[in-house]
């Protein structure tokens, strides 16, 4: 893949003065997918946050093996403490990549901006996308690949397809997974921010996202926003026309009735979203199907979660899972005969 | 509106050595469109088109009241030669500024930058949209907005948009026309180049470039793209939110089978097109329709365009029209009935 964003794995986990595992997302998140890239954390005597790694300082860790510092927690009103600024400061002088997924690029800091062009080590904005993309050729290309959409934002998109992409390595496929967001991007090590590309070139990003492969390989491509949002509708299109997706798995976030922070935009039912997500792909690849549906239940107790899976299975006709709670073999099944033809 | 474009007129159309009319579209379109802010152009000895404006250099331009002068004719490989780098640096010398649509932005030029730095005068490009795009909001806002879509990209979307603003004024209608693409944006003076927007803000800058306004007032937006195109798609789609049109125009130059350059891509019929177009648009405006067809006809003698007329208005059941060869009234007569409610 040309010109995306590429981490410097191991890292250590700059967590700060974080108060809650709210604020944590990223960290946790690289915790809990890639625990054997994470070497330890970075807290300060008043953090109240615990990943559960060894605590390090810049130095420890660097003798440890980490090659990058990753900002691990969102800071109250998005910018750097002047504590922070020092302790990254001394990353990049001791050789430490930093990493940020945060609104503002870290070469606005001047200490770090100095720091980093008196040292080897790059300052990483994973918001800031790839220079050179090319607009979008259209031209149907080998591999097989997997998006997975939504009723919404923020309803399990990335997780599901963190959890695909897992279960098919762990079942002898060949197949990767491709970041679109910053946090899926600190995850796989490198992706294209979809949301931060001018909009001429968004297909085109997704094409780079998800090149050519070999036939039986699976690209597992993180969702972004959803068709049904006025806001970011047309990131979603991008998304779907450049990576021109064999497999569609819809993912909802059970009891939620309209678009989050939109009330007058209700959610549609998952047969209405299916059908608009498949005539969408269908532009770049008339064999675009769903073939699953991922429901969050956080929340919700067993009985509910059972009676929300089986209701969606019988309006839809699809494999129904909950990743989390059930894991997704059933989704899996579903791949296989996709999988095996070429 | 914030933070848009704004040009300057009136303008000095600077053509330099141009060989064909194909090169000075840009030229061409505003000597159409706005001859009363077309002071004269600006040749060189071996220019090979006459857009029929008083030949002036800078001087006389200047004396004439000229305010900005605008490239008018694209180079060829889409640079500035060294020759119209030192008469444009004349310009801004002399209080003019510099409007380009080129790829290149003018201050990657260092004669024009340095000149303009020492100017009162800017370089301005109208490719570079605003710095200060909110996300959309979605919410409905007074007015009354119409957008022009296509089957494609090319055919006549622009056109039609100016034709149907020049006539809803001149019935006595309060009307807008907004830009949302280079030449567009040189015709109006001002707009957003959608194509050039971050993915993210996509729809919020197209809130932005149709704002809130009185119940009777009519925004005639200039199109993008085609909800068909493999590579344009989104930045067709954020448009639609964004604009939440009452009334969409569908343009179709007639004979064209596929997407241009992308011969995999079959165009819709004009039902399907028109049927994709307002479930789109109906997201952000329940009320969305399709009001008419545009037909571009170029090319073809009065027998084939009346009969390609005739077949379009059959298939669609809606008044057609080559806003050209027949004028755009019949489409006015359909937007009365919207334009009286409020």
Redesign the interface.
């Known amino acids: 893949m040309n010109g995306d964003l590429e981490l410097r794995p191991p890292y250590l986990l700059f967590l700060g003065d974080a108060a809650s595992a709210l604020d944590c997302k990223t960290a946790l998140g690289l915790v809990h997918w890639r625990p054997e890239e994470c070497v330890g954390q970075l807290r300060y005597t008043n953090c109240r946050v615990d990943t559960g790694l060894p605590d390090m300082d810049i130095r420890q860790a660097r003798r440890a093996g980490a090659r990058s510092v990753v900002i691990g927690v969102a800071p109250t009103g998005g910018a750097l403490k002047p504590d922070w600024e020092s302790t990254l400061a001394g990353a990049l002088d001791a050789g430490l990549d930093v990493v940020s997924g945060l609104h503002t690029p870290l070469d606005a800091f001047p200490r770090l901006a100095n720091a980093a062009y008196r040292s080897v080590a790059r300052l990483v904005d994973v918001r800031r996308p790839p220079g050179e993309i090319p607009?979008?050729?259209?031209?149907?290309r080998s591999g097989r690949r997997l998006l997975t959409v939504g009723t919404d934002c923020c309803v399990g998109k990335m997780y599901t397809a963190l959890a695909l992409h897992h279960a098919l390595r762990r079942s002898g496929h060949d197949a990767t997974f491709r970041a679109t967001g910053q946090t899926g991007i600190m995850i796989a090590g490198r992706g294209v921010p979809?949301?931060?590309?001018?909009?001429?070139f968004?297909?085109?990003a997704a094409e780079m996202l998800s090149p050519a492969n070999d036939p039986a390989h699976w690209d597992v491509v993180e969702g972004q926003g959803a068709l049904?949002h006025?806001?970011?509708?047309?990131?979603t299109?991008?998304l779907i026309?450049g990576t021109q997706p064999d497999a569609l798995v819809l993912c909802h976030h059970v009891g939620r009735t309209h678009?989050d922070e939109?009330p007058?935009?209700p959610l549609p039912d998952l047969v209405t979203a299916i059908a608009a997500y498949e005539a969408a792909a269908r532009?770049?690849n008339e064999q675009a199907r769903c073939v699953g549906i991922s429901l969050n239940t956080a929340g919700l107790n067993s009985d509910a979660r059972e009676a929300a899976l089986v209701e969606a299975r019988k309006a839809t006709g699809l494999p129904c899972v909950d990743p989390v709670a059930t894991g997704v073999s059933d989704l899996l099944a579903a791949l296989e005969p996709l999988g095996a033809a070429s």
Chains 1, 2 share one sequence.
């Open positions: 607009v979008a050729n259209g031209k149907r979809m949301d931060a590309v001018v909009s001429d968004l297909a085109g049904f006025p806001a970011f509708a047309a990131v299109l991008g026309h678009i939109f007058r935009y532009l770049t």
